[in-house]
């Protein structure tokens, strides 16, 4: 079945600092989305990526989908204490049937 | 517009006990999933209803685990009986639509079930 993995599974980031964490699929996808988890919360939508190479802004978040369709990566520029949370991928088959969800990058910032 | 309401927030039973969770999405949401998100771990999809109807539950362990829309608006997840590997957040969720534009998930509160 459609397996989706996140890397790093833990992210240790100083303050002020640029990181990525990469998302990658079994499987070609249709869609990717992205969500953000914080500590005791629920997952929030983030954004979705549907287009093979595509690349959209949010601030300072930089999501990009592969040119394959099988991989995703988010990219956070000058690090905030804001950013503190567990980013989780999601990825929809190319049937369009079934979302799988990453095991998340969990962040942690050092102020 | 209010969010996706679950209930209990918490609870605690023994193994071998029953459980109930309610969950109410977003108005005019037609789809409405349920999630078990295990300590660590991403949501794993349960069950996807599509109004009342259910369009994939192919990880639900069904000797345990029921789950109910009626009328297309609310739903139920039920365990019978629960087992201690069943301790975990179940989150429910809703969309506007189904896969592809308008599929943007927004997740409930969840209900973190513990069993002793």
């Known amino acids: 079945g459609q397996q989706v993995m996140q890397i790093p599974q833990y992210q240790h980031v100083q303050e002020g600092e640029d990181f990525t964490t990469y998302c990658n699929s079994s499987t070609t996808l249709s869609n990717i989305q992205w969500y953000k988890q914080r500590p005791g919360g629920h997952p929030v939508f983030l954004i979705q990526?549907?287009?093979?190479?595509e690349v959209k802004k949010q601030k300072r978040l930089t999501f990009q989908f592969g040119e394959a369709k099988k991989n995703s990566s988010l990219h956070i520029t000058a690090t905030q204490t804001t950013d503190v949370g567990t980013y989780f991928c999601?990825?929809?088959?190319?049937?369009?049937?079934?979302?799988?969800f990453g095991g998340g990058t969990r962040v942690l910032v050092k102020p | 517009e209010a969010g996706v309401a679950q209930s209990p927030r918490y609870k605690i039973i023994e193994k071998r006990q029953s459980v109930a969770f309610w969950c109410n999405p977003i108005s005019g949401h037609a789809t409405l999933y349920w999630y078990q998100q295990i300590l660590g771990q991403g949501p794993k999809l349960l069950i996807q209803f599509q109004n009342n109807g259910v369009v994939d539950d192919s990880q639900l362990p069904k000797d345990r685990f029921s789950a109910e829309r009626l009328k297309g608006v609310d739903s139920t997840l039920k365990i019978q009986p629960a087992k201690l590997e069943d301790s975990a957040v179940y989150l429910c969720?809703?969309?506007?639509?189904?896969w592809g534009r308008g599929f943007e998930q927004y997740f409930g509160p969840g209900t973190r079930l513990t069993v002793t």
């Open positions: 990526l549907v287009k093979s190479g």
């Open positions: 969720a809703s969309s506007f639509g189904g």
């Open positions: 999601a990825g929809v088959g190319a049937a369009g049937n079934k979302l799988t």
